[in-house]
């Protein structure tokens, strides 16, 4: 039997960067939250043997313990899905922090074309080229958001220059851009060259030493390019571990408690009444009462956890009727390898977040008359720092391993770079999540069905990008390219992006939308379910400036709930 | 940030192994390449490895996870194929690669620790990823096996026996998925057997592979160092001293 525990004003499910903000702005008001964690806990300390490739690059040593939890997947509704037994195309985090500590530190804001997507859309192309699509507005315009995006990037110090197609800020980048190198260079002047308009990619790795609004002092990144899929032994990328949560628990309102897995929202249909979690070392159970549940245990949780626990209206992809499940999306990715026969560059040193960006291509930037899709990605140069085992580039035409390979990869190790672009992906009918019907985790629960394919919307996008990002490489001055291979079924095996988004989406209306813009679920108004997973639809850009920026929403909207209750909109 | 302590600590070691190098006299590839199937003879290893005392030869070379000589031996030619030692630099083999395999099929990685392994098993799209019911370690003993009975098979020879072409021709239909084998795809073991050879030879030496950072110098990869500030901007390529782990 469950243990029951005394009753908390709030319980965050997940402490990654939504649960670390939440507990820090609901904290300082005085509220008793606990914040449960599924993974460890871990900080600095703990990052001293981090450049190891093996370990943290190749066998995801900070990601999720997929023997615990995984998903399943298919392409189709018509295919059986199976689990996802190894990680690949993403790569889920646990532990304190989330996937805070490893990511990469790419900070941008959607652009205001993105919240308003359908009716802009609409007005300016007519209803015909959105069709086959499930596309729909936020129920938020950027405007409203401007604040709560100021307010992420100064806790996370962030590092930039205006983007030139921006929506409107408040205030400048808390941090100059990051450092200009011969790459960054060689891109923005072939983009300029071609009449584009590149900007230093905004960055969450300190470009100098800072301090924010939480008293977290951050030292300056050392290019250590040991950055994406690892922790910052500096204490120089903004994680939630540095920046957010010693202020959080300095407050003396928030008790961490990791080991912590929620299996299930209690709830009486209307109203939430705490959690029940697993201690996942000594296997006992707890009942966590809490006069508000918050949900920040990423896209993949938020959603199962919902379903499981039969809260909010699961969503039915044969009427697309329902909200919980609704709108997967993932992200596009055309990019460009481009050769060097004659130089040589320092393509092992970077950061997560150095790199150039051009965003003429990327939302209604540019105009979608005359092309077979809609929105676009902003494309970039990204001198994150090429690792050994997981970087071995070689001419199209070069077999995969033996002598031939091993000239090729050595050779171009040094001697290429890419282009990449992060496509926006747009919501269909079929892209959905559910519950498995068979297969379970190590708790008995049911794992989380991911049905996803690629549509004509993301293979149109993806062509005519990559010709774009062709274009800048070639104009970069590359000796040779490789081919890209159309876009077909989408495989779950070669990393792609963790950016997934959607399953709990925010929107203006009840009927299709799951939570309103301060991210307050419709059918249970004290719990709120904040991340990605409140996106309508995935943008042009990572995605975690957004998830921030709806993170300060939502605490602003869960301070209200407790002052005032009822229905925030 | 690396502690003076580890210098002096690694000016001894070095002054270990380059005082052997000189007493020993045995060095090179040459002799090396010639070893294949063989344990490493201690003498040359202390030679080529900067990271042990001379005293102990190369302690971690021993096998952790294969006990039959035989499918040890099969596994080292079909990595010296997938990574020859050639005018670039060492192969497979003289990096450590073998016992880098053989170690992780013994520990966390060879079991599937951290992956989902409940069942039940089916087949599974091409999109779906991997879906054997087989461990790791079961994987390699399988596949192992097979790249002798099918080089039987094909060629009416052992494996190990065979002309490195033929080598390469059985490996490539491995590769194409032209070998029926148990509990998995043949294409499933070969992508895991290169996936595990170029981790050998590109993984921190801690791993037993990468000697001597060899891996990590045919590449100029400076493996592990603090900081790039002061060269990030640099025009100019700039050619590092590998480090490693070992120099936290
Ligand atoms: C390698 C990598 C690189 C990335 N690079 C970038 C980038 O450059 N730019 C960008 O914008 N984004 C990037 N991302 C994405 C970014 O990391 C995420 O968007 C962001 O961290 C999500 O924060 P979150 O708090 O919503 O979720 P998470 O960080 O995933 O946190 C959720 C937490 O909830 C916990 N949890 C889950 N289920 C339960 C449960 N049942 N009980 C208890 N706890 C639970 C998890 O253990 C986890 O700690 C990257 C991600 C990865 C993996
Ligand atoms: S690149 Fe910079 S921010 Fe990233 S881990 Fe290294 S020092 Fe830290």
Known sequence: MAKTLPKTDVVVVGVGWAGSIIAAEL?????????????????????????????YGIRYELMQDLSKETLTFRNNMKERALPMRQLGSFLLGEGLGGSGVHWNGHTFRFLPYDFEIRSKTVEKYGEEKIKGLQLQDWGITYDELEPYFDKYEKAAGIGGEENPFGGKRSNPYPNPPMKETPLTKRFKDAAKTLGMKPYHMPSANMSEAYENQYGAKMAAC???????RFGCEYGAKADP??????????????????????????????????????????????????????????????????????LGRPYNPDTGKGVIGKNYCYQILPGTTGFFDDEQFNTFMGAGALGATVDDYNGDNFDHSDVDFIHGGSISINQSGARAIQHNPVPQDTPRWGKEF?????????????????????????NYMDLDPAYKDAYGQPLLRLTYDFS??????????????????????????????????????PYQTTHNTGGVIMGAEKETSAVNN???????????????????????????????ALAYRAAEGILKYSKDGGALV | MAAKTTDSKMSRRRFLRNSSYVAGGLVGGGLLGGLIGSRFNPETETASTGSVDSDHGTANQAQLYFTNPEKFEILQHAVERIYPKDETGPGAIDLGVPFFIDHQLAGSWGHNAREYMQGPFFPGSNFQGYQSPLKRNELFDVGIDRLDSYSQEKFKNKFTELEGEQQDEVLKDFEADKVKMRGATSKTFFNQLRAATLEGVYADPAYGGNLNMEGWKMKSFPGHQMSYINQIESDKFVEIKPKGLHSY
């Open chain 1, 27 to 55: 904290g300082k008001e005085g509220l008793k939250v606990v914040g449960l964690e599924r993974g460890r806990e871990r900080g600095l300390k703990d990052y001293s043997m981090i450049h190891d490739e093996l370990r």
């Open chain 1, 222 to 228: 050392q290019y250590c390019a040991f950055c994406e």
């Open chain 1, 241 to 310: 571990t540095v920046a957010v949560i010693p202020f959080a628990k300095n407050t003396g309102n928030f008790e961490l408690r990791a080991h912590s897995n929620v299996t299930e929202v209690i709830h009486d249909g209307s109203k939430a009444t705490g959690v029940k979690y697993v201690d996942v070392q000594t296997k006992e159970e707890f009942i966590q009462p809490a006069e508000i549940v918050v949900l920040t245990s990423y896209v993949m949780n938020n959603t199962r956890l919902l379903l499981s626990s039969k």
């Open chain 1, 406 to 430: 091993k000239k090729q990869s050595i050779k171009y190790f040094t001697r290429s770079m890419n282009i990449g672009t992060q496509g926006a992906s747009m919501p269909t009918r079929t």
């Open chain 1, 456 to 493: 004509d919307q993301d293979k149109n996008l993806y062509n005519y990008i990559g010709k774009i990002t062709d274009q800048i490489m070639k104009e970069m001055g590359a000796s040779f390219i490789n081919d890209r291979s159309p876009l077909e079924h989408y495989d779950i095996v």
């Open chain 1, 518 to 548: 301060y991210l307050q679920m419709w059918d249970a108004e004290n719990v709120f379910v904040v991340g990605a997973s409140a996106f309508a639809h995935n943008g042009g850009y990572n995605p975690t400036g957004t998830v921030g």
